[in-house]
């Protein structure tokens, strides 16, 4: 969880590290690991709108996902999927 009262520089990126946390956490010591991962979620409240999409002010939640820029399939569904 992410609440943000300031605009940012670079706070795409911020939150993009702070998520990998939890995904690194998954890995067990020891010889093996199957990598299999959980589902992990970033939730992220501002109090300020990204310049980009300024164009569009009644957008308040976006879904973000991996996908090849090319074909657009999903890398991997556990990066989008909401249950």
């Known amino acids: 969880m992410e609440l943000q009262k300031t605009k940012q520089k670079f706070f795409k ?5 702070y998520s990998t946390f939890p995904i690194r956490e998954q890995a067990v010591k020891g010889t093996e690991w199957n990598f299999e991962l959980t589902k992990v ?3 992220a409240i501002l109090d300020f ?3 980009e999409v300024e164009v569009e ?3 308040y939640r976006y879904n973000v996902k991996l996908s090849d820029i090319e074909t ?3 890398l991997n569904h556990k ?3 909401l249950d």
Do not use: A, G, Q, S
């Open 41 to 43: 979620y970033l939730v």
């Open 49 to 51: 709108v990204f310049e």
């Open 57 to 59: 002010p009644e957008k």
């Open 79 to 81: 990066l989008i999927e």
């Open 13 to 17: 990126d911020r939150t993009l590290y």
């Open 72 to 74: 657009h399939k999903v």
